[in-house]
């Protein structure tokens, strides 16, 4: 059974940290693009970053500079450190892996992030 878990989201003042973590299990981790989606309450889910095999990263431009993703295959863990946040960036946060061979894709439940001005 396909897991992504993820934990570290809450609420946070405008400008501070948060670091989000997802733990798979179920998946060969080391095999999968993991990535960071988003979606604010009446909008439609976003890329966020995203994370390749080789350790290729990519932002959507509303969060580079601020937001880093990183990878632990061997603790089957993808992170992503959010500093300088803001509260356009509220939204439940969603982990995601795609297998590089199959394509399947699998979603995490979703953890919320709160930034108040």
């Known amino acids: 059974q396909v897991q992504l878990v993820e934990s570290g989201g809450g609420l946070v003042q405008s400008g501070g940290s948060l670091r989000l973590s997802c733990a798979a299990s179920?998946?060969?981790?080391?095999?999968?693009?993991m990535g960071w989606y988003r979606q604010a309450p009446g909008k439609q889910r976003e890329l966020v970053s995203t994370?390749?095999?080789?350790?290729?990263?990519n932002y959507a431009d509303s969060v580079k500079g601020r937001f880093t993703i990183s990878r632990d295959n061997a603790k089957n863990t993808v992170y992503l450190q959010m500093n300088s946040l803001k509260p356009e960036d509220t939204a439940v946060y969603y982990c995601?892996?795609?297998?590089?061979?199959?394509?399947?894709?699998?979603w995490g439940q979703g953890t919320q992030v709160t930034v108040s001005s």
């Open positions: 995601h892996s795609r297998m590089v061979f199959s394509g399947k894709e699998y």
């Open positions: 179920g998946i060969t981790f080391s095999l999968n693009a």
């Open positions: 994370i390749a095999r080789d350790g290729t990263t």
